[in-house]
């Protein structure tokens, strides 16, 4: 078993070369998902079945975690605004930072864990256990069945968990706001709304479907190429979380910049 | 019983390597109509490789595979999957959906592939199969409910369900019980009487080939070295990898 291997070429050149032939079997999963995604079947049990498990899934960690933010970035923000006598500014403050940044972010970081690690950890334990191998000889499509399905759920769903992040954040900034500047409930959501505008939503919601996507796809892509053998589903799971990380900040980054150049133009 | 004229497999200088691993190195076999054919090997010899290629599950480097006159490399994929419909895949782990039940399990090919069934005809599909392979009070259990050989024979059922004139069984004794070995031999054996099926039976059991073949084919060094009856390929062997696979097994 143990064949010394050659070493035929630089190491350098040769991670270069398997950089580039991973980035560009990545892109054939995501072409390809773009290309079957509109024909039958349409598997509307499982991407429902799907939403659920992602709802299900992240709901507890986001309602805890959104809620935390909210009361921390209100009591760390308050002195700051105090120095200036501000502090009724806290409400439009944080819904801001909410709505445009902390909301999007944190949700997306949460499900990648939560979910982009259980998308992996499953598609990649079904390969290692033939189930890939068992649907496509009885003809039916893994592709369609599996990738599809849970990256059009995770793209659905992560919008909507955004919102309830969003609003969880905006009532743990209330309580403090609340307890702190007494003010109220109808007076915070006043507030609220006057700060946002209509292009913060827009685009908040834009960008949720695209760190949906990047979960559900990375967590796919991951899992269908995990290498066979048990430690490749853990390796799935763990690359699926590293992955779309890194990639939602990027996309944060990308569409951070592209948002701002609209709203000063 | 033995339909010498009809092929309904003919593999022709088969090739198969991945990197320097060269796995089949130039195979040849014919699977002839209602017959069990036994392939015996190592682990790690390539029996599993090969009847992946003969489903279109890996490629071929050269050589040609011909399944009912067909060759499957010259196939699209609607037509590939057309031709899979005849052939019945049992997985080595049984390969049953975990996240769905027995039931599902089964059906899950059955509604997919055949248009406009009622739910009173998939039911009673679904039913005969599990009679079939005497397993008809699992039907709403979860996989992770069910001993291996329970797994297998589900596994098999699920094949089944679409008709397959050509069954491939890799290693269905595998991993089992003397006792369950020799009841899923005979499942394999009730197969072909009732389902008219033609099968390679994957193994590296001799017990289970000799109950289970009508002839054998051993894989040695990516080649069939001796092909026929069992009485003629290990009783009458000259080969001497051939002899030690046989004595192998019986001295264990
Ligand atoms: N998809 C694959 N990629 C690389 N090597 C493989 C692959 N499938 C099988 N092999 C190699 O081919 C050889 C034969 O494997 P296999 O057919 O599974 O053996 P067995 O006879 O036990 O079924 C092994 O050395 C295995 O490592
Ligand atoms: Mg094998």
Redesign the pocket.
Known sequence: MSKIKKVDKPVLSKNLDEFFTGMAKAFAFVKRFFKEVWFPPYEFKEVLRQCYEIGYRSLPLISLTGFIIGIVFTNQSRPSLAEFGATSWLPSLISIAVVRALGPLVTALIASGKVGSSIGAEIGSMNVTEQIDAMEVSAINPFKYLVITRTLAATFMIPVLVMYTDFVALMGSYASVNANELVSLSTFFVQVFEAVSFLDIFSSVIKSLVFGFTIGIVGCYKGYNSS?GTEGVGQAANAAVVMSMFLIFVEELLIMQIVNAIRYA | MLNEQEKVVEIRGLI?S??E?H?LRNVDLDLYKGENLVVL??????????I?IMVGL?KQDEGSVKIFGIDTLKLNLKELNKLRLRIGFSF?ASALYDSMTVRENLEFPLVRNVKNLTRKEIDFKVEELLEAVALPNTINQMPSELSGGQKKRIGIARTLILNPEIMLY??PTAGLDPVTCIEINNLINEVRERYKTSSIV?T?DLTCAKQTGDRMAV?IKGQFKAVGTFEKVFEEATDKQVKSFYDYNFIR
């Open positions: 066979r | 198969k991945f990197g691993n796995v090997g190592k682990s790690g010899s390539g029996k599993s490789v090969l992946k890996l080595q890799d290693e994957i590296h894989l």
